[in-house]
């Protein structure tokens, strides 16, 4: 287990969002990455979003990306745009769909992609 995941463990016990005897992988690091609030950090470095709990969405996913190379993962970050339209706000409620109107068209999207070595 290399550094920041021990610490992503650690400090996910100290704050009650590990079963007991519950151990942290990859899978379980994406997980609580991707559940953490995005709010930002004292700083964009690894150690400070886990020790604050809170990150930027690219500063977790830099960090979650960190964590999948020492565990054996292949990763790579990548950015996309998203654009609403009718067809992709369909299915949202009227009132987040008046939001999405009166707002900009599209989003930044990131994310950190595994791929097993080997």
């Given at each position: 287990?290399?550094?920041?995941?021990?610490?992503?463990?650690?400090?996910?016990?100290?704050r009650g969002l590990l079963?007991?005897?519950?151990?942290?992988?990859?899978?379980?690091?994406?997980?609580?990455?991707?559940?953490?609030?995005?709010?930002?950090?004292?700083?964009?470095?690894?150690?400070?979003i886990i020790?604050?709990?809170?990150?930027?969405?690219?500063?977790?996913?830099?960090?979650?990306?960190?964590?999948?190379?020492?565990?054996?993962?292949?990763?790579?970050?990548?950015?996309?745009?998203?654009?609403?339209?009718?067809?992709?706000?369909?299915?949202?409620?009227?009132?987040?769909?008046?939001?999405?109107?009166?707002?900009?068209?599209?989003?930044?999207?990131?994310?950190?992609?595994?791929?097993?070595?080997?």
């Open positions: 287990m290399g550094k920041l995941l021990f610490m992503l463990e650690v400090e996910s016990r100290k079963k007991s005897g519950q151990t942290v992988d990859a899978k379980a690091a994406f997980a609580l990455l991707r559940d953490m609030p995005d709010q930002r950090a004292s700083t964009r470095e690894p150690k400070a020790q604050e709990g809170q990150g930027t969405c690219s500063g977790k996913r830099y960090l979650l990306d960190q964590i999948f190379r020492v565990e054996g993962l292949e990763s790579r970050v990548i950015m996309c745009t998203h654009r609403f339209t009718e067809e992709t706000t369909a299915d949202f409620p009227p009132e987040l769909g008046e939001v999405v109107a009166r707002c900009q068209t599209s989003i930044l999207i990131s994310g950190s992609i595994p791929k097993p070595v080997g």
